[in-house]
């Protein structure tokens, strides 16, 4: 044991390009499927938060549920979606990073949109009298409340993020864990274990972990400057 | 325009530029091989890849999967070629017209693991014997479970021990669902015996306990075909690619960069594509 995570601790140092090259497909990944998560899951998450319509408590209900939407199961239907017999298989896009995309955006938009309607809903109830009074429309109180709790959403955005970047059964499913094309961190770390480089598996690990810290660490500065600066 | 905005737009922005950047970037030719765990595990295609993309200039993008597995991918159109190891599932695959032809490419073996102790006394003897032997035992065993090449010769080897497994497996017989590497990391820990191929065995790092009980026994022979898939079915199928890299696999060249991969001086697999 204590073998092994010497050994750990010394592959570090020597961690090659192409670990550099999974880190940052990883990287890439992840931050595009977030950032497709925010642009679609903070509209979503507000409009549903302001909007009062019939069956609300049920779609609310759903998209909680969703937040524990398994990544597996998201890779499998969407392996079928892109597979050449599947209904989008002209696309050319499975074993693709745009098809590891895709299934990490499907995973972090639901996650998203919930945390978003707890935020926001927790913003207009602090605020509703005065915007009610407004007559605006939903979108427009969205829009407003959405501006009004940015701070907080930066949370949404990290979870989700945390959520991506340490996914490895959709990724795994729709990339293929093929060499120097879809190979993750996640997908990489698995095939060490497999082949029982259990000090590789580990090393990486920690190279996984040290990225989740620096971008975690990027978003608290970023949040701190613009608090003093404009909140 | 605050800062926070800013870092939210920029963020965006390269978002949508990953995005963009990774289908609309002129990629080399390349083909997708679905092959077996064993394959890819043993490292064997990270030695022979390098030197085909020197000479043809494709890209060989694998995706490692189960012998089972990798030629569902197949049928499925999601692959130009399939590398597997499962003889009776590979000519079912060609008569269901999936492939026009299936070549042979190279061969390893199996070996039976177990572990050093050797409690169910299987050592040095036939492949019949041992099997008959861990059944009567029940000593523990891992099953990979997969639908692999190596689960079909596992579960072929019972048969020709005689033994019934549907009556036979109990708590000693362990079921893993899982590739080589898994398997023998679950074999490792519980020091358990198991059936896998040479190939992933030698590159295997986690061996604790383990380690070769039954060898060299003709029904252990694993060999390996290469198929293209017949474009008829798929016509997305890189024809062109597909055949170039198996020409290249069972040509010359090919078979020694085959022959040449060894891990620690031994080698792994065999050439054994006929001379055409």
Do not use: C
């Amino acid at each position: 044991m204590s073998q092994t995570f010497q050994e750990t601790f010394s592959r570090l140092w020597t961690l090659d390009r192409d670990v550099l090259a999974i880190a940052w497909l990883s990287l890439r990944v992840s931050l595009t499927a977030v950032g497709i998560g925010l642009l679609l899951g903070i509209p979503l998450g507000a409009l549903i938060a302001v909007a009062r319509f019939p069956g609300r408590g049920v779609v609310v209900g759903l998209l909680n549920a969703f937040m524990g939407l398994p990544p597996v199961i998201v890779g499998l239907v969407l392996y079928l979606l892109l597979s050449r017999s599947g209904p989008f298989g002209a696309l050319g896009l499975l074993f693709t990073p745009s098809a590891m995309v895709a299934a990490q955006a499907l995973l972090a938009t639901p996650l998203v949109a919930a945390l978003t309607r707890q935020v926001i809903a927790d913003a207009e109830a602090h605020l509703g009298e005065q915007l009610r009074s407004l007559r605006l429309s939903a979108p427009r109180r969205a829009g407003v409340l959405i501006y009004d709790a940015r701070f907080s959403l930066v949370t949404a955005a990290l979870a989700a993020f945390g959520r991506a970047i340490s996914e490895i059964g959709a990724v795994l499913v729709v990339g293929g864990n093929i060499d120097g094309h879809t190979r993750t961190m996640t997908t990489a770390i698995s095939l060490e274990t497999q082949k029982g480089d259990l000090s590789l598996a580990l090393a990486l690990g920690a190279v996984l972990m040290a990225l989740v810290l620096a971008v975690n660490a990027a978003a608290a500065i970023l949040r701190g400057h613009a608090v003093r600066a404009y909140g | 325009m605050d800062l926070f905005r800013r870092s939210f737009l920029t963020l965006g922005l390269l978002a949508a530029l990953g995005a963009a950047s990774s289908p609309v970037r002129a990629e080399p030719a390349s083909i997708v091989v679905a092959s077996t765990t064993s394959t890819e595990q043993s490292g064997l295609f990270k030695h022979i890849l390098p030197l085909f993309k020197a000479k043809s200039g494709i890209e060989v993008k694998v995706v490692a999967l189960g012998t089972g597995q990798a030629l569902d991918a197949a049928r499925r159109g999601d692959a130009d070629v399939v590398l597997v190891h499962d003889r009776p599932a590979e000519e079912k695959f060609v008569a269901e017209g999936f492939a026009k032809a299936r070549q042979d490419v190279m061969y390893n073996d199996f070996v039976v693991i177990g572990p050093k102790a050797d409690p169910a006394g299987i050592k040095g003897g036939s492949v019949e014997e041992a099997f008959r032997k861990l059944a009567a035992a029940k000593a523990p065993f891992v099953s990979r479970g997969d639908r692999s090449g190596t689960h079909s010769a596992e579960l072929r080897s019972w048969k020709e021990a005689g033994v019934d497994l549907a009556s036979a497996r109990g708590d000693w017989y362990r079921d893993v669902g899982q590739g080589m590497g898994p398997a023998l990391n679950t074999a490792s820990a519980l020091g358990a015996y198991i059936l896998a191929d040479r190939g992933t065995w030698l590159s295997f790092k986690n061996r604790g306990d383990l380690t070769i009980l039954v060898e060299g026994d003709a029904r252990l022979f694993n060999p390996y075909g290469v198929m293209l898939v017949n474009p008829d079915k798929h016509p997305t199928v890189k024809v062109k690619e597909g055949q170039a890299f198996i020409d290249w696999l069972v040509s010359p060249e090919g078979q020694a960069a085959i022959a040449d991969y060894k891990i620690g001086g031994e080698q792994l697999f065999f050439p054994s594509a006929k001379k055409g």
